[in-house]
């Protein structure tokens, strides 16, 4: 097994065994770019010391030892030679860029006797002393664990001692007193001397960096972005220069384009005589890397060539780190640049332009994800960065907020009718609380992961939301919580960021999201590439026109349940549960039908021909019932009962496991008569808009939670019967379809048989992830952290497709399916539908449509041709 | 399409074509037996029938019209004939006997005309109009549907007049009068006259068989039989025969054997001249059958031969109805005979001995359910045939019992104590009642299906349980009940019956189960035969006692969550639970520790070398904490903490779908010292009675409610270093397996990666058909009612495996699963492993054992070695 590889023996390619940045500094070895030698131990290396019980094998170690020989030999000079000694740097380097979260070794090598031998031939005790104490503190801190503020106060002490106000004032003479201090932390903390033998040292640090891997912040960003454990990491041993030689080194970092505004200029720092962590640990001001023309005019020529050659190579913009040793000039790393949403689309727009990419390549470039944030509000850079965050949820809803705490939906709407921006801080939500989310700025839940009720509905609405912060204790009746100690009391002022789930103590600025100009043409190349359509979940005409201005080409999912909460329809609908007889149960639904066909002409009036997919009542009856006892006995009043016997009702309403109850379809088969006011409220509506605009609606109408082909044949017969009679009285003619949602796994596992009667499929991937897995998206937040802490589930599968079990599912269904019928319309419209992975699964498995939440709309339609790109149909 | 069989073109293996009776009267015909002319329309027909809008097809006609000619040819008269008419019965067949289900209409083909044909041919008036007046009673009543009342009143009313004290009393007159009168009642109530054209009595006769597969007494029958729907019933038309025809007729039903007691005797009833529903309807008090010998010799010998012959033929205990017309023998009908279970025992055992059945026919006599009734307590006959139910639940658990009504289990468990046979009445029943469960003679519970916890729990215990009895009206506060009318309080008797569902007012007598002494040997033949093991499961030394001499094999579940009830035990739980660090659950997990141990040796003294599975802790830990504030106190003094602080603990430990909640392996995720704690007292109460006995016990560790394979690794991990610690310490060796439940439907789907890793798999078929079929097992009865009158299930999921949905993933896991670990052992632990079907398709995919409530080990054995006769492996 080969575990390492000298640079020249790699390239660009092999990113996943040699890691980004091993894989760049051979890609740019063998481009013939100035790169300090070195060699790359492969991440299978990792994998495998992880296996093996956190010890490198003989093999392992047999491989290192070879390839450090020709890197000595390389170099001229040898690992820890008293009179010329190699200095090496560790370094991590994943398959994924991970930045800051993997520790770096430098000056690796020096020693008591090589220090002297550096100081000799480099002429320089100062420099020679002044790496010797910055390696000490940085092998004990990054390799040995010890706190390296130990460190740093000594050194503050001895500053203050002999009156250095910076680290350039210490001479050599101090940096030798401070080795020797050093050197006794070390050992007070540690209980043992600081290495001599260099070896000793390198495989401490390799040691060290495989078990960075395992550090908290690296499982932390891993978990942020989606990457599996098992990718390791590899380790770079590469011979050390020096930018702080004198005023003709130097060292800086430079992106070959503006990663903030997507400006095609080189925009970077440098610091003349200083190694990098000078310019991160911001002791001195960097310089713009435009005043290296007039520092270092050829340096500036020959990075100029070389930045450009490289963006060309890799037809990225490229994230370099340089240094320059007594006038000559190395590349450290190069990699692809972060970049904002608003730059990542310049960019790639630009470089269409450029010639540089075909518009297929810049689809590539440009995560689906980050369009979100062009649609969002965001807090202002400047006042966040003052912020350290108070407590973390889950990242459910984007966008950012502040205002005041309120506690109750009712609260939060009173406020906001009053002018106050307020934020709703709820255990978790309910139906009942639509309307004060609503109104709310942004939505904070103790409970619910990025599924529950308050993520989906805050997605829809386009409201920021944190959900699922666990750490929040909630005292409901006190109208207080108390998170990291501050307790906020109604009033008090928060701020939460829905795009990272981080919660802040006070108010920060918000600025509106603006979209850059290249947006509109960046989109339609990528309308033109892709196969899948996507449409968008919306209630209302407001979200439809939303959704309509970011690209969607219909409605997938309308639910009907949010029409019956407003105050006019509620105590209606009520009056329907509290029933006895379907009599009465029809009175009251027919009392409510002009407001629910209004609802869907306001919808149809704005999307007129463009398919429209309504589903029919949803959610357990008991969800619309009050809370208070004053609400219930106007319902026993009205209705002429007593108020035990509606609360008798109520009470033989409720379930253990509501989500597994009596919804969905299960209620159109107890109660016909539901299922038969929504279809004539939607066929009018049709009719009425058709009508009114001269215009051919198609009306699509699903039935959900169908688990059993009878079931949804008993639902569908009702549907039919009705649509077909108010047609018939209408006069007029019109066509329309009647299908099922796919969201039980009996329904994937029976789809050869619901296929030959149900005309359309549409995966509820929500309560499809949430049965197959046996996971309540209610109940998961704390289940989930738990989860990821134990490496158990790699990402949250309510939010990204599982493709193992829940994919396996959706495509045995689309097979099945097909088979019976051939031209069935496939769709998605759980909150997946707006998920990069989650879209190609489902371009993969072949449907014909995704459906998500209309912020996420121009997201999909990215995802959609990306996927096309990387698996045409 | 072939519809209409003459009795000579059918035989007995073509059931499903012609329904059971028909199939049966061409058996016979072919055979020789005397069986009156006639045909019959084809199971076909009547699907057909349904599907076409509810008419016949021209086709159809056709067939019938020319059955009907031969018919007539045959009998050498013709249909409505004015001199000698030929008169036919219609009636109903449906592929399996359904008594009492369907309708029939005898005599057809009389009117105005014909009756004085037939009074002339027979020379007997009176006779002629009798049957003009039954047939038109018979006619209206159910072909027409008009009340039957209504002729029996103007008939009484009419006797009163004339002083007839009974039927045959009347004279011709009389009964033409009468026919005059039920003419008018007819017209009275249908708005036009009897139908005097006998084609339009025989189409409407055939249709209102055809319509009576639809009526709610054949809905409740099939639903109680699992008889699909789809089957459709066969019509029956034979030439009428007469048994009141004089001195020298008769008519009467016969079982070849005793159906009580199995005893190898014909038994039966019957009247001379006299028509069959005469016998029904009890007017006349019946004559053995041991007198016809007196009274027709000839008849009664020529009987016996024909119903050894028909014994001898079938090979199975007959019931045979027959008919004599002046002087001459007829079998009407004769089906396999219903019977107790200690006659199907002895019957089945019997033939064996006599030569007529291998050992493996007389297996197939006896349906494994029937086994269940030998083992439970059952209500004393004759008191049970005077009560009415007063309502109906789910028979979730067999058996009867009776006593006062008690609304909580404290008060069970205290009047029990003191000497009072009681009944706990519930909404629903939880961990917490089961001392009270324990204490009861029977549980009724007013929601909750088949698989609800009382359900489980009552089966385990072998405890009497009707549940989900959504009619019952409950107060709990005020401690009473409504059902039907009638308010029951504390104290008031109550009956109810575990095996029907019913619920009697009252204290019904119970009387003791008593084995045949057939039983042993039957279950020996049953045990030589299967290839499925039987286990069962068992969470105390007493269920495995019970189980062990109900011939069980091993354990397949041990629940520990119920050990955790006792009193001295869940106070600490609950403090385990309330507890905020891991240093304090220890505490407390490990002040549990030697009660856990204690139970598990009882166990396994009782188990010896015999298979064990025990599963760790499952349940949602909300499940165990308290219910009043005084324990919350109690707890929170001892604890050292506030009321509030436990408070809020407690709340925030509730969820909103509990059963998709944090539960099974989740809780050994997030605390993995629980199954540390109980892995510790697994494995030493293995060693200590293994040295105690000198014997090798292998424990079997269960990890529940795995989804993914990393989840059961990492509890895996912790079992084992657990295991490996206790067994080094022990000093001694012991070997162990590992294994996990599969029970989430994506465990099913991802069965290969899983079994990877565990040793052994039992399927839990409770939550995973829960989960496959999104459906809460507790909130199920409501829905699962509407389901069944709407035809939507045929039979209920959660009784019996559902083949096309959990059964395929059942299977997809199977085959996974073996194709990484062909030895790998699998069970079933789920309800379903003592319900016949189920164990039938455990055999057919491959299982290795079936596990289920002790009480219905016997059932399992016989339903395995059913299934290996049906389906041998």
Chains 1, 2 share one sequence.
Not at 121 to 145: H, L, P, Q, W
Not at 787 to 811: C, F, H, Q, W
Not at 834 to 839: F, I, K, N
Request: with cysteine.
């Amino acid at each position: 097994m080969k575990y390492v590889y000298r640079f020249h023996e790699g390239n660009a390619n092999m990113r996943n065994l040699l890691g980004g940045k091993g894989a760049n500094l051979a890609e740019m070895t063998v481009m013939g770019l100035p790169v300090p030698g070195g060699f790359t131990i492969s991440t299978e290396a990792c994998t495998e010391y992880n296996k093996n019980g956190h010890e490198i094998t003989a093999e392992m170690e047999a491989q290192i030892e070879d390839a450090l020989k020709q890197l000595e030999a390389e170099a001229g000079k040898n690992l820890g030679d008293k009179d010329d000694p190699l200095l090496v740097s560790v370094r991590s380097g994943a398959r994924i860029s991970m930045p800051g979260m993997m520790d770096t070794v430098l000056n690796l090598g020096l020693n008591d006797e090589s220090v002297k031998g550096l100081a000799n031939k480099t002429d320089n005790e100062r420099f020679a002393y002044d790496s010797y104490r910055r390696f000490i503190m940085m092998f004990a801190d990054v390799v040995m664990g010890v706190d390296k503020r130990k460190f740093e106060d000594v050194l503050d002490a001895y500053k203050e001692k002999v009156g250095a106000a910076s680290d350039t004032d210490l001479n050599a003479d101090d940096l030798k007193e401070l080795v020797v201090k050093f050197k006794e932390i070390y050992k007070e903390n540690l209980g043992n001397d600081f290495p001599q033998l260099p070896k000793d040292q390198l495989y401490a640090a390799i040691k060290a960096v495989f078990g960075s891997w395992d550090n908290p912040r690296a499982f932390a960003y891993r978990e942020m972005n989606d990457i599996p454990y098992e990718w390791g990491t590899a380790v770079n041993v590469q011979r050390m220069v020096f930018g702080n030689m004198g005023w003709d080194s130097g060292t800086g970092v430079a992106f070959s384009r503006n990663a903030a505004t997507g400006e095609n200029k080189v925009f970077g720092e440098y610091l003349i005589n200083a190694q990098g962590e000078d310019v991160v640990a911001g002791v001195r001001t960097p310089k713009g890397i435009d005043e290296l023309k007039t520092d270092l005019p050829e340096i500036y020529k020959q990075f100029m060539d070389l930045s450009n050659k490289l963006e060309n190579h890799y037809k990225d913009m490229q994230d370099m780190e340089f240094t320059i040793e007594s006038g000559k000039l190395y590349f450290l790393q190069t990699r692809n640049g972060k970049r904002t949403a608003n730059a990542a689309l310049k960019i790639a727009v630009d470089m269409v332009k450029e010639g540089l990419l075909t518009p297929d390549e810049a689809l590539l470039k440009v995560e689906p994800k980050q369009l979100e944030q062009l649609l969002h509000p965001v807090f202002d850079e400047a006042e966040l960065k003052a912020k350290e965050p108070l407590g973390q949820g889950l990242p459910a809803s984007p966008g950012a907020a502040a205002g005041k705490v309120v506690f109750t939906a009712k609260e939060a709407k009173e406020q906001a009718e009053a002018g106050e921006k307020v934020v709703l801080v709820r255990l978790e939500t309910s139906p009942e609380d639509i309307e004060g989310m609503a109104a709310a700025e942004g939505i904070l839940t103790v409970r619910g992961g990025m599924t529950s009720h308050a993520a989906v509905v805050a997605r829809g609405m386009g409201r920021c939301c944190v959900s699922g912060c666990e750490d929040i204790k909630m005292n409901e009746e006190a109208k207080e919580f108390t998170l990291s100690g501050k307790t906020f009391k109604e009033g008090d002022f928060i701020s939460i960021d829905g795009s990272t789930g981080n919660i802040y103590d006070g108010e920060i600025k918000v600025t509106a999201p603006k979209a850059s100009e290249d947006f509109s043409l960046f989109m339609q190349w990528a309308d033109e590439k892709r196969k899948l359509k996507v449409r968008t979940n919306a209630d209302t005409p407001v979200d439809a026109k939303n959704a309509l201005e970011s690209g969607a080409e219909g409605i997938g999912l309308t639910r009907t349940e949010h029409m019956f909460f407003e105050a006019e329809r509620i105590k209606n609908f009520r009056k329907v549960i509290l029933s006895d007889s379907e009599e009465e149960r029809r009175k009251f639904l027919w009392a409510i039908k002009p407001y629910q066909k209004g609802d869907f002409e306001g919808i149809y009036e704005v999307m007129e021909e463009r398919p429209v997919t309504i589903r029919l009542l949803d959610p357990p009856l008991h969800e619309f019932l009050p809370d208070s006892d004053e609400e219930f006995t106007e319902l026993a009043n009205e209705m002429g009962k007593s108020l035990e016997e509606i609360k008798t009702k109520a009470v033989s309403l409720r379930e253990l496991n509501p989500m597994m109850g009596h919804r969905g379809c299960r209620l159109a088969v107890s109660y016909p008569e539901i299922a038969e006011m929504q279809t004539e409220a939607i066929i009018e509506a049709a009719l009425n808009v058709s009508a009114k605009k001269g215009i051919k609606i198609v009306p699509e109408i699903m039935i959900p939670l169908v688990g059993e082909v009878k079931e949804f044949e008993f639902v569908r017969d009702i549907v039919k019967a009705t649509a077909d009679k108010v047609i018939a009285a209408s006069g007029k003619e019109m066509t329309y379809q009647i299908g099922t949602m796919i969201e039980i796994p009996r329904a994937c596992l029976t789809a050869d048989a619901i296929a030959k009667e149900a005309q359309f499929f549409s995966f509820g991937t929500n309560d499809l992830t949430q049965m197959t897995f046996g996971l309540s998206r209610d109940d998961a937040g704390k289940i989930l952290a738990d989860y990821r802490k134990n490496m158990i589930y790699e990402s949250d599968p309510t939010a990204k497709i599982d493709r193992e079990g829940v994919g396996k599912l959706m495509k045995m269904a689309v097979e099945s399916a097909r088979q019976v019928r051939p031209d069935i319309k496939l769709g998605i419209c759980g909150e997946h539908g707006g998920e990069a992975s989650s879209v190609e699964f489902c371009h993969i498995i072949g449907l014909n449509y995704v459906s998500c939440s209309p912020f996420r709309v121009p997201a999909a339609r990215l995802a959609a041709a990306q996927a096309e790109i990387n698996f045409p149909r």
